[in-house]
């Protein structure tokens, strides 16, 4: 009888001081990153992270002009955030302008309520789709293959 009473109340005691955070969902602004409750994994991502500086160099060389870019994430997720962080902190230091990103967060089933968010066939977090004159050129999904600004300089001389 003591077992099943622990069983039905200790679960209720732990989890009724639980904070639950609403993941960002839908469109928004990076800015919102850096502000509570994400703001405890972002800040630090960004500020710790130790970036290629070859690949920096390669990225100057390379024109922004006719560039967008979609950052398809979930705040939930570890690899959102530790990856996301990181990506604009290349993109800062590209002086990449914000204005051409954007920002789609997702659910836990990687659904957003975005209008043709289904043609963006999004199977893992975080996908970071690089657009040249508004066509799909790459993306970076989940992990980066050698560092996102490596990949970053792939995806972007493909072809050239």
């Known amino acids: 009888m003591k077992n099943i009473f622990f069983?039905?109340?200790f679960p209720l005691i732990c989890f009724s001081g639980c904070k639950?955070?609403?993941p960002a969902v839908g469109y928004f602004t990076p800015d919102r990153l850096t502000r509570a409750p994400y703001s405890?994994?972002?800040?630090?991502?960004?500020d710790?992270?130790?970036?290629?500086?070859?690949?920096?160099?390669?990225?100057?060389?390379?024109?922004?002009?006719n560039l967008t870019i979609k950052i398809v994430m979930g705040t939930w997720c570890p690899d959102s955030r530790r990856e996301v962080p990181r990506f604009m902190r290349i993109l800062n230091i590209w002086k990449f302008p914000v204005s051409m990103v954007t920002f789609i967060g997702v659910d836990n089933?990687?659904?957003?309520?975005?209008?043709?968010?289904d043609k963006l066939d999004i199977q893992r977090v975080p996908t970071f789709i690089i657009y040249k004159?508004?066509?799909?050129?790459g993306r970076i999904i989940e992990n980066p293959t050698t560092s996102l600004e490596q990949d970053m300089v792939n995806i972007l001389t493909r072809n050239e």
């Open 7 to 9: 069983l039905l109340i």
């Open 20 to 22: 639950t955070i609403k």
């Open 40 to 46: 405890i994994w972002y800040i630090k991502g960004y």
């Open 48 to 65: 710790e992270y130790q970036f290629n500086s070859d690949a920096i160099n390669k990225l100057q060389d390379i024109s922004k002009d």
């Open 109 to 117: 089933a990687k659904l957003s309520p975005v209008g043709e968010y």
């Open 133 to 137: 004159n508004n066509i799909e050129a």
